[in-house]
């Protein structure tokens, strides 16, 4: 079975801090993609970052960083020096061969930036 | 390039009103996806289409919930007779394949409630 968990259910931090929302999954499977995706109030999920299972380079794009390490089945995402903006409901999702191909979400990190 | 459409936004009915939610993917995706996202958990997947076969329906509760995707591209979701436990944001989301490692682009979704 596929699993994913987000831990951190709320988290608020003020304007400029850096915060680390956590995923941790479990699969069966050797070939896998994680992935993250943000949900504004607007309620649309957009999507920030793939990774496959066989690519456990780190990421970075802009403020954002990713930390894959499969030694922990852990897939975390950075914000660096947060702004308003990026206040929403952030998803982490697995999708492997098992569970016919599903995607799996964990039930989001809610995340306040304020002023 | 035009995202994933959804409309309505918004839908109020009394249970065991009936329900309908329509959905045009992004040109060009092959594959479209029906999820429920009920408040405070992850999207849920309800049916996933190939053009315009059925890929997996295994978690559509089908006594009530019916989709399809005649053409193969927009895709309507119906529900009949709708229940309380039916209020949820219905969430559209299409790729341009079913591959494991294809991005899926999501809708805004239309947020249900069953009164």
């Known amino acids: 079975a596929q699993k994913v968990t987000q831990a951190q259910t709320e988290i608020s931090v003020v304007e400029k801090e850096d915060v680390t929302l956590d995923c941790v999954y479990e699969t069966r499977d050797t070939t896998y993609y994680l992935f993250w995706y943000k949900q504004p109030p607007s309620g649309e999920l957009v999507f920030l970052i793939r990774r496959n299972s066989f690519d456990e380079q780190n990421e970075i794009s802009g403020r954002y960083s990713w930390n894959f390490q499969k030694s922990t089945s852990s897939f975390n995402f950075t914000i660096t020096a947060s702004q308003v903006v990026d206040s929403a409901v952030y998803f982490c999702a697995l999708r492997g061969y098992t569970n016919a191909g599903k995607s799996t979400f964990g039930d989001g990190t809610t995340l306040t930036v304020k002023p | 390039e035009a995202g994933v459409a959804q409309s309505p936004r918004y839908k109020i009915i009394e249970k065991r009103q009936s329900v309908a939610f329509w959905c045009n993917p992004i040109?060009?995706?092959?594959?479209l996806y029906w999820y429920q996202q009920i408040l405070g958990q992850g999207p849920k997947l309800l049916i996933q289409f190939q053009n315009n076969g059925v890929v997996d329906d295994s978690q559509l509760p089908k006594d009530r919930f019916s989709a399809e995707r005649l053409k193969g591209v927009d895709s309507t979701l119906k529900i009949q007779p709708a229940k309380l436990e039916d209020s949820a944001v219905y969430l559209c989301?299409?790729?341009?394949?079913?591959?494991?490692?294809?991005?899926?682009?999501f809708g805004a979704g239309t947020r249900l409630s069953v009164l």
């Open positions: 040109s060009g995706h092959a594959t």
């Open positions: 989301a299409s790729s341009i394949g079913s591959g494991q490692g294809n991005i899926q682009y």
